[in-house]
């Protein structure tokens, strides 16, 4: 009787020390999308702030050409601090689902003991879900605000570039700054898809309950935007 009662305190325990662990996981989750949406105020709040002060620059009488090659400095700024801004949102996506991952994976813990749960979670209770993809990790609209803005000030650059060059080549200098634009949009998508491929390649190593191959696709629960 007393093993059986040390080890019904053992299992007590060690459900104790999962649902503290799932805690502490959503904590760490909100904590992620909280800091992801912080860093997209901030960029939008320099934005702001870097436009407004190249307007005013422009009520101080500076020429024409100055004032190109401030807008320049500006855009470019505003560029290089978006691909940095993406990257980290990127970055603070791919955490977050790790954290949903590991509460998946104490899901499972439960699941196991009583099987008559799994309905009732909405996401199935295996590690290797919700995927890395762009609609398996959250904060894509985050991420889409910035990449647009990047992607005009890109196109913004590249326009500006060819006119400091030369002002006689406006028109093509529009054009420049419209194929800049799709590219940089490309390349912005490009790179979150290798970031999320790799990612996705680098944990299925540490997966331990994977979703089961005999079910149907549909009876994954991904996060998506709409989600809370």
């Known amino acids: 009787m007393s093993a059986t009662f040390r080890s ?45 002060a190249t307007v005013a620059l422009s009520q101080f009488g500076l020429a024409t ?12 700024g505003i560029f290089l601090l978006g691909i940095i801004t993406f990257h980290r949102l990127l970055e603070r996506s791919m955490q977050g689902t790790e954290y949903l991952r590991a509460i998946n994976r104490i899901h499972h813990y439960f699941v196991e003991r009583a099987p008559e749960i799994e309905p009732y979670l909405f996401w199935a209770p295996y590690d290797d879900i919700p ?34 060059l030369d002002p006689t080549l406006v028109v093509w200098a529009i054009l420049a700054g419209i194929v ?27 997966v331990r309950y994977p979703f089961p191959k005999n079910q149907r696709a549909e009876q994954v629960k991904q996060l998506t935007t709409n989600e809370p």
Do not use: M, N, P, W
């Open 8 to 52: 019904q305190d053992a299992s007590d325990k060690g459900t104790q020390f999962v649902l503290a662990e799932h805690a502490r996981l959503c904590e760490l989750y909100l904590s992620t999308r909280e800091t992801a949406e912080r860093r997209v105020t901030l960029f939008l709040t320099l934005t702001t702030t870097i436009i407004g």
């Open 65 to 76: 050409f100055q004032l190109l090659e401030v807008t320049f400095a500006s855009s470019a």
């Open 131 to 164: 995927r890395y993809d762009t609609r398996g990790v959250g904060g894509a609209e985050t991420r889409e605000v910035i990449l647009l803005i990047d992607c005009v000030f890109f196109g913004v650059v590249t326009s500006l570039t060819i006119i400091l």
């Open 180 to 206: 800049g634009f799709v590219l940089a949009f490309a390349a912005h998508q490009q790179y979150e898809r290798l970031a999320l491929a790799r990612e996705e390649k680098r944990k299925s190593a540490i």
